[in-house]
């Protein structure tokens, strides 16, 4: 988990309710992704940005926005259009032709 | 379209016994190809990658995997399981298109018994 954090670790909302999940990296990468991952599926890509200012969205977009604003962080915005949002969410960064790196996650849980 | 399948939800292997996780691909041209490792309710940690050259690739915690192009095959191997390494494991392939992209398998859950 080195070098990416996410906070909250639990989140909790509303029906309703917009909430933001933070992500930072201090590895000096150019892209970072969002993915969420439900029990027994893999992960699904959310959006992804390639450099500050700029960000595309990945398979499962709808109810969820991003900006990107600064080259360390990446938040990600779970809006209330999304109807099923409980699942664990990860942030991943990547620099150059290499893996990528994953922070340790953010539980989102709809009450 | 590009995409890793691993085609276990769930593979069972006795300590000091070999393991292997199986992954297929289907890309269009020359892999890029990761493994990594999740314990639960944590993120994903890199154990190794294929990119180019030997088709053995040895990577973190004893892991290894054999690139076969013919067979379009990934598998992860270990010769001798640790009951530490119950864990779930993805596959992953980078899109040779969008060197941004990365496809993940679905996963496949180890246990290893004492």
């Known amino acids: 988990d080195g070098g990416i954090t996410q906070s909250p670790k639990y989140l909790f909302r509303k029906e309703g309710q917009n909430v933001t999940l933070s992500c930072e990296q201090n590895?000096?990468?150019?892209?970072m992704y969002w993915y969420r991952q439900d029990p027994g599926q893999g992960l699904r890509l959310i959006y992804y940005?390639?450099?500050?200012?700029?960000?595309q969205k990945g398979d499962i977009a709808e109810g969820y926005s991003v900006s990107r604003e600064k080259k360390e962080s990446f938040p990600l915005t779970v809006t209330s259009a999304q109807k099923n949002p409980t699942a664990f969410y990860l942030c991943?960064?990547?620099?150059?032709?290499?893996?990528?790196?994953f922070g340790p996650g953010t539980r989102l849980t709809v009450l | 379209a590009q995409s890793v399948a691993q085609p276990e939800d769930q593979v069972n292997v006795a300590e000091g016994n070999p393991l292997t996780v199986k992954c297929t691909y289907s890309?269009?041209?020359?892999?890029?190809l990761f493994w990594y490792v999740q314990y639960p309710n944590r993120g994903l940690q890199f154990l190794l990658k294929?990119?180019?050259?030997?088709?053995l690739v040895k990577g973190s915690y004893g892991f290894e995997a054999e690139f076969n192009k013919s067979q379009t095959s990934f598998h992860l191997k270990k010769p001798s399981a640790l009951v530490s390494d119950s864990a779930l494991y993805f596959c992953?392939?980078?899109?040779?298109?969008?060197?941004?992209?990365?496809?993940f398998g679905s996963g496949t859950k180890l246990n290893v018994k004492p």
């Open positions: 590895l000096n990468h150019d892209a």
């Open positions: 991943a960064s990547i620099g150059g032709y290499n893996e990528q790196f």
């Open positions: 890309v269009s041209g020359n892999p890029y």
């Open positions: 992953a392939v980078r899109d040779i298109y969008n060197f941004n992209k990365f496809y």
């Open positions: 294929y990119i180019t050259g030997d088709n």
């Open positions: 940005s390639q450099i500050v200012n700029d960000f």
